[in-house]
């Protein structure tokens, strides 16, 4: 149980162009997702906090309008990444937390992005 | 401020022997600690959780201690393995800070265990 997807598992887009990225529980219902960047050999860095039917909360440093969140539903939550740069590069992941509470996040297989 | 730090970024054990990893944090305010292992280019996977309020936890192979005067946790793996090769995320979460229960983790502790 406690299975979340990512996808796409990888993207090369071209600088200016936008990709979304999905994030979904399989068998559970998560009314929180979070989104994560992770640098090589860094740590995993928050991102946004994101809550189903309501507005993400994003992370001091995070640009909003840059990084659009949509938690539509229990089991999806979307990342848009518009106007990508180079700098943007990086490995995205997410992790959903059960509706019923409890404290554990379960993390999805993660999306390398490659802006050129 | 790294507010969870893993002072050893990397570890070589012996296949059989145990492993420890250490965390060390310094928000008082955490009272839930998870730790994650991560293959590269993966998700992390959950391992092992405890809360403030116990010292130990065990689960197979895995146990997690934690000192809360000394604001210090560990990872226990024995008998180390192979498949336990990998980097290893603590994680924290302050539980009384309702509707910003994020996890704040560590840098990382890259396990390489030789046969």
């Known amino acids: 149980g406690a299975v979340v997807s990512q996808h796409p598992s990888w993207v090369i887009c071209k600088s200016g162009t936008s990709v979304k990225i999905e994030c979904r529980s399989l068998?559970?219902?998560?009314?929180?997702m979070f989104w994560y960047r992770q640098f090589p050999k860094q740590s995993l860095m928050l991102m946004a906090t994101s809550n189903e039917g309501s507005k993400a909360t994003y992370e001091q440093g995070v640009e909003k309008d840059k990084f659009l969140i949509n938690h539509a539903s229990l089991t999806l939550s979307t990342l848009t990444v518009t106007s990508a740069h180079p700098e943007d590069s990086s490995f995205y992941i997410c992790?959903?937390?059960?509706?019923?509470?409890?404290?554990?996040?379960?993390f999805g297989p993660g999306t390398r992005l490659t802006v050129l | 401020d790294q507010q969870v730090k893993q002072n050893s970024p990397s570890l070589s054990v012996q296949e059989g022997r145990i492993s420890i990893l250490n965390c060390d944090y310094t928000?008082?305010?955490?009272?839930?600690f998870l730790w994650y292992k991560k293959y590269p280019a993966e998700g992390p996977t959950f391992l092992i959780s405890i809360s403030s309020i116990k010292d130990k936890n065990e689960d197979g192979r895995f146990t997690v201690f934690l000192n809360k005067s000394a604001k210090h946790l560990s990872l226990h793996i024995v008998p180390s393995q192979p498949g336990d090769s990998a980097v290893y995320f603590c994680?924290?979460?302050?539980?009384?800070?309702?509707?910003?229960?994020?996890?704040?983790f560590g840098t990382g502790t890259r396990l390489t265990i030789i046969p």
């Open positions: 928000n008082s305010m955490f009272d839930y």
């Open positions: 992790s959903a937390r059960l509706a019923q509470g409890g404290d554990t996040q379960y």
């Open positions: 068998d559970f219902q998560a009314t929180t």
């Open positions: 994680a924290a979460s302050d539980r009384t800070n309702f509707g910003n229960e994020k996890l704040t």
